[in-house]
């Protein structure tokens, strides 16, 4: 019998294979492995953000700093190779930990000081903001070796397809990202903290450590994301990725997840990256459309895939009443 | 005196007060006021000019956090209402005249109330989450406001329309009396009628309080339009203070501002229950922040890293958890060696 938890990452699935076919029947030379490859190429720093974003919305929290947080590690970063002359090797590593830091601090507060997630990430997010601009006001272009080979590497794979080290990273952390939500101890204290957070503590659950993990994760995820960013622009500016985290918390939802915790896939999630991307793809290739219509054309789908989604999850509750 | 610290203004208006004899402290010159032209100069009437917007839109926000909601599309409401303005009265023939900048002026709300009415709707028709319902709006909204603009910014000259911003009457801001009489307006609908009730019975449980004969569905959309209401008037105040409208920058970042102002005021974001006048307090709290980092010279980019700050420590000093915990720590500082027998005996 087919598992009705499903149908929102299956319906997820079959809008992003409808949008992609009727790209391929609309546009010449769009039906091609490439362009799909692109979708991660383009999107994997999103992606990387969507997934800690995934755990943190599964477990009934937001989190605001993401984007402010990619933006405060490409300046890290290229402040400190490019001005002061740290090796990548060093930088990397102390972004990683930064982050990954700058999140275990907000899970603390919102754990220890009862303060709704939504205020102190969004705390987090000005601090982020504010302390790129401490380091300085303007783009940093980064021409460090090391940075100009990662962007270049192509990974050649058949048929002259190709993609990029960021892909493999990306793809590298939706793996641990499955395998923690599913099969690990961890995972099922996410979602049992996402359901009801009293019964998770009833039940004898580590509750505290496991917010603080789940918000460290997601500052871990987004400075990862963020030297992925790097990657992508070479460069360091304080207005990178702005407005990234409604994106981010966009692509969770078209995924199927419930803003209200306790329910959805880190699968869907990928999903909802990918159709992201692929409205823009299919802007793109229209090529006529102004800056502002974009926008608008982004809002009105997001409009009619919530839409789906919701009709089909109310068929599903009608099914289980 | 415990009653006043359990007030629910209480800590709200000590951060204000505290943040005000910061500034006397710094400068004597903040409070002074002067007339000139009839008109009253001084920071703290620029706090209340350039907080209005802030503060009505705000008190938009309050209705909708009480009944379990968040409106994210706001700052766009604000440039879209702008936009919309400023074109009505850019085409007239005579920028000045009645007829142009009151049809302005009444295009501009419409197009508010219908954004707010198609929030409603999918909040309360569609059973969306309101922050997701609303995002579509903020995201397609900027595009909308670009669209009415052509992508460009509008200049006008219509001394009529200015007065909104930067007119005076008996000497304060005009845009001051705007926000009194709509927090005026509130304040009794939902305290002398049964409306606060049930925005905040919506807010606890939308089915119970449908269930107990409550139209949910309408208190959704009521608030839902008063707020696109309140961005409205706060986008023709902004745009005529400016003389201008910018598609893309008009309003940016308000609904951030606004929702924090909400909750500085002591509304939690959980719904049920909320404060109209902490959520004033909040606003003004924001704007006497940012005329206060302005003023003791920091660095404009350091702003949002002192936001940053400032948010926090009001957040924790009103957290229940933290005043506990401080108190708890300073006390174990205190008398450790009594502590320690006591949980030995």
């Not at chain 1, 809008?15 to 609309?26: E, T």
């Not at chain 1, 997601?218 to 460069?235: D, E, H, N, P, W």
């Amino acid at each position: 019998m087919f598992n009705r938890k499903y149908l929102p990452i299956l319906v997820t699935f079959g809008l992003f294979a409808f949008l992609f076919a009727a790209g391929s029947f609309r546009y010449t030379g769009f039906f091609s492995f490439q362009v799909f490859l692109n979708l991660l190429i383009d999107n994997a720093f999103l992606l990387i953000t969507a997934v800690g974003m995934t755990f943190v919305i599964l477990s009934g929290g937001i989190d605001l700093s993401v984007g402010s947080v990619i933006a405060l590690t490409t300046m890290i970063s290229a402040s400190l190779v490019q001005e002061h002359g740290w090796p990548p090797g060093a930088v990397i590593p102390l972004v990683l930990v930064l982050g990954s830091g700058f999140g275990w601090l907000m899970g603390a507060i919102i754990h220890y000081f009862k303060i709704q997630p939504f205020i102190v990430t969004l705390a987090g997010m000005f601090l982020a903001r504010g302390l790129c601009y401490v380091i300085s006001i303007d783009t940093i272009t980064i021409d460090n070796a090391f940075y100009t080979k990662v962007a270049q590497t192509k990974i050649h794979l058949w048929s002259g397809t190709s993609i990029s080290i960021s892909v493999i990273i990306a793809l590298a952390v939706v793996a641990v990202a499955l395998y923690l939500a599913h099969y690990t101890r961890f995972g099922r204290s996410v979602y049992a903290i996402g359901g009801s957070e009293q019964s998770a503590l009833l039940m004898g659950l580590p509750v505290a450590r496991t917010q603080i993990l789940i918000y460290t994760l997601s500052g871990f995820c987004s400075s990862l994301a963020g030297v992925v960013f790097t990657f992508y622009m070479l460069s360091g500016y304080g207005l990178h990725a702005v407005g990234m985290e409604l994106d981010t918390i966009a692509a969770v939802v078209i995924g199927g997840t419930l803003l209200t915790g306790g329910v959805g896939f880190v699968a869907g999630t990928v999903f909802g990256v990918l159709i992201q991307g692929l409205i823009q793809t299919i802007i793109s290739f229209e090529g006529t459309l102004s800056s502002w219509w974009t926008k608008i054309v982004i809002g009105m789908l997001l409009f009619l895939f919530i839409l789906l989604q919701r009709l089909l999850s109310a068929r599903r509750q009608s099914v289980k009443a | 005196m415990n009653r006043l610290y359990r007030h629910h203004l209480f800590w709200p208006l000590a951060v204000l007060a505290a943040l005000l004899l910061f500034n006397l402290l710094y400068s004597p010159d903040f409070f002074n006021l002067v007339v000139r032209n009839g008109h009253l100069y001084g920071s703290l009437i620029d706090i209340l000019n350039f907080g209005a917007p802030l503060m009505l839109v705000a008190i938009g926000m309050t209705l909708v956090i009480a009944t379990k909601g968040i409106d994210l599309s706001v700052g766009s409401i604000v440039a879209i209402a702008g936009a919309q303005a400023c074109l009505t009265i850019s085409k007239g023939a005579d920028q000045n005249a009645w007829g142009v900048v009151l049809s302005a002026i009444g295009l501009a709300i419409g197009l508010s109330l219908v954004l707010g009415a198609w929030n409603g709707f999918l909040v309360s028709a569609t059973g969306i989450q309101p922050i997701i319902a609303t995002l579509i709006l903020m995201v397609a909204g900027r595009g909308i406001a670009q669209l009415i603009t052509s992508g460009q910014i509008i200049t006008i000259s219509s001394d009529r329309y200015g007065y909104i911003g930067i007119g005076s009457l008996a000497a304060l801001p005009f845009s001051i009396f705007v926000v009194a009489a709509v927090f005026l307006l509130v304040s009794l609908l939902i305290r002398r009628t049964a409306l606060g009730l049930f925005i905040e019975s919506v807010g606890c449980n939308p089915r119970a309080s449908r269930l107990i004969g409550i139209r949910s569905r309408l208190v959704l959309v009521t608030v839902y339009v008063f707020s696109g209401l309140c961005a409205g008037v706060a986008g023709l105040i902004l745009s005529s203070n400016v003389a201008s409208a910018d598609g893309n920058n008009a309003g940016l970042w308000y609904e951030l501002d606004a929702i924090l102002a909400v909750v500085i005021g002591g509304t939690s974001l959980n719904g049920g229950r909320f404060y109209l006048a902490g959520t004033v307090v909040g606003a003004l709290i924001i704007q006497t922040l940012t005329t206060t980092i302005y003023m003791i010279g920091v660095p404009p980019e350091i702003t949002l890293v002192v936001k940053a700050f400032v948010v926090l420590a009001v957040c924790l000093i009103q957290s229940e958890s933290f005043r506990k915990k401080i108190v708890q720590r300073w006390k174990t500082r205190r008398y450790p060696a009594e502590r320690e027998v006591a949980r030995h005996v």
